[in-house]
């Protein structure tokens, strides 16, 4: 099928590194971010549907 592709569009390997590059940009940026990424913030949201907080204020609203 890609062969098929490639012999019929001109120019169709540009297209096709081209989207491997995006792809690379985009996984190799998210790999960056996440490395640099606050711990803390990661703790945070890792352990935030264990908290009883959101209980504690939902009865807060319900008894008003």
Do not use: R
Request: aromatic content about 16%; cysteine-free.
């Amino acid at each position: 099928m890609f062969k098929q592709f490639i012999d019929k569009v001109d120019g169709a390997d540009v297209y096709m590194i081209t989207s491997f590059l995006i792809f690379m940009a985009f996984f190799v940026l998210v790999s960056i971010y996440l490395f640099i990424m606050d711990k803390s913030y990661l703790n945070k949201m890792q352990n935030l549907p264990l908290e009883d907080s959101n209980q504690n204020e939902l009865q807060d609203v319900i008894s008003i």
